[in-house]
């Protein structure tokens, strides 16, 4: 079986500074990675992916995750936040042994003025 | 069309009534997801179609939940006998291999 988990269900973090939202996943077999946005009322998005090849991948407005075989991790980051980035962000793996997308629970980052 | 579509937008039933919700994937996508998403809550997996196989249902809450889906076509996801805990939004999404293109939802609400 595949899964993912966000261990952290809500990040609160103030106006420019660092953030990392993390992710942990498990796979007997090799995996993409992926990590989609949802802005409030608005629909799923996707913010970047790990296919192969280089293991820190960057997405759109500013983020990047780092892909960590050892760790089984794929934690987001983003060096200074903007309040336009509040949000939640789901973590999801695909795996071509099950040919299926599974989502971690979601992280909802509060970004304080 | 351009990308995944739902209808309808909104629905508003009675507790009890049976509903239809449908889903027009990206044209040559060969998977197709449903999921459920309470108000403030994560993604709630459904139900998975890839291809001819065999759909895993093994996400539907209750056996009042149904989904169907012909080919690589058209899906419907049908809950009989509403009840208030329906109430949520409901997402398709489909893919060709790994990347998911979302729909933007119906929200469904059980009065």
């Known amino acids: 079986a595949q899964s993912v988990t966000q261990l952290d269900s809500q990040v609160p973090v103030f106006e420019e500074a660092p953030v990392e939202l993390r992710c942990n996943y498990s796979s007997s077999v090799s995996v993409y990675l992926f990590w989609y946005v949802q802005y409030p009322n608005q629909g799923l998005q996707l913010l970047l992916k790990y296919l192969s090849g280089s293991t820190l991948v960057k997405g759109i407005n500013g983020f990047e995750a780092e892909f960590n075989k050892s760790q089984t991790s794929f934690h987001l980051r983003k060096p200074s936040v903007h309040i336009s980035d509040t949000a939640e962000y789901f973590c999801a793996v695909y795996s071509g042994g099950y040919q299926k997308v599974t989502f971690g629970t979601g992280t909802k980052l509060q970004v304080i003025p | 069309g351009a990308g995944v579509s739902q209808s309808p937008s909104n629905k508003v039933t009675e507790k009890g009534k049976d509903v239809e919700l449908r889903c027009d994937p990206i044209?040559?996508?060969?998977?197709l997801y449903w999921y459920r998403q309470r108000l403030g809550q994560g993604l709630e997996f459904l139900i998975y179609?890839?291809?001819?196989?065999?759909?895993?249902k093994s996400g539907l809450p209750s056996d009042r939940f149904s989904a169907e889906r012909t080919g690589e076509s058209v899906s419907t996801l049908t809950i009989q006998r509403t009840q208030q805990e329906d109430s949520a939004v409901y997402l398709c999404?489909?893919?060709?291999?790994?990347?998911?293109?979302f729909g933007p939802g119906t929200r469904l609400t059980v009065l």
């Open positions: 044209s040559g996508h060969t998977a």
């Open positions: 179609f890839q291809g001819n196989s065999a759909p895993d």
């Open positions: 999404a489909s893919s060709s291999h790994n990347e998911q293109f």
